[in-house]
T-cell receptor, first 114, second 116 residues
């Protein structure tokens, strides 16, 4: 069935360290994978997305990698800062659902310790 | 310069009441959505409208009814509220995807609904 699994559920790192969050998806036809950041009391905000025709995308300290064969994608944050602390969600358009809506992972609470 | 706005931000009400949450976007998008985020932060799509037409209707109770008076607004009406309806509801909007391409969804700030 439709599924996006996300790990870990919580992640604590020291300021300056890297953070990696991983997601797997069920539908091999999926072709769009966004990552959202949700700060306390706010709505999710897109930070980076990747389409299935590329394997990696980078934007300053944030990068996303996609392995279509293994059906997983990862978010990498380098040189973490306290303001990176938030809940991060991966998502995918699961084509096999027939409805083409974003299916979200369960979220990762990232805590960056100063 | 708010992109996607929702009112109210907080809504506390009694079981059995009927309430509405309003959403407006000034981005010129054709597609709007409602999501529910439960206490464990899990986000799930409820409805999607494209240019005032319903295109996604997930398995939500009939007590929930979206209404789109124009493509900039998508309101959510909830009848006979139940304890389990307590959650944060997010409105979002995007440009419609074409040829299998999908566009960024912009989320509103959320409405925290508490049913007592």
């Amino acid at each position: 069935g439709e599924n996006v699994e996300q790990h870990p559920s919580t992640l604590s790192v020291q300021e300056g360290d890297s953070a990696v969050i991983k997601c797997t998806y069920s539908d091999s036809a999926s072709n769009y994978f966004p990552w959202y950041k949700q700060e306390l009391g706010k709505g999710p905000q897109l930070i980076i997305d990747i389409r299935s025709n590329v394997g990696e995308k980078k934007d300053q300290r944030i990068a996303v990698t996609l392995n279509k064969t293994a059906k997983h994608f990862s978010l990498h944050i380098t040189e973490t800062q306290p303001e990176d602390s938030a809940v991060y969600f991966c998502a995918a358009i699961l084509m096999d659902t027939g409805r083409r809506a974003l299916t979200f992972g369960s979220g990762t609470r990232l805590q960056v310790q100063p | 310069d708010t992109a996607v706005s929702q009112t109210p931000k907080y809504l506390v009400t009694q079981m059995g009441n009927d309430k509405s949450i309003k959403c407006e976007q000034n981005l010129g998008h054709d597609t709007m959505y409602w999501y529910k985020q439960d206490s464990k932060k899990f986000l799930k799509i409820m409805f999607s409208y494209n240019n005032k037409e319903l295109i996604i209707n997930e398995t939500v109770p009939n007590r929930f009814s979206p209404k789109s008076p124009d493509k900039a607004h998508l309101n959510l009406h909830i009848n006979s509220l139940e304890l389990g309806d307590s959650a944060v509801y997010f409105c979002a909007s995007s440009l419609p995807g074409t040829s299998g391409l999908y566009n960024e969804q912009f989320f509103g700030p959320g409405t925290r609904l508490t049913v007592l």
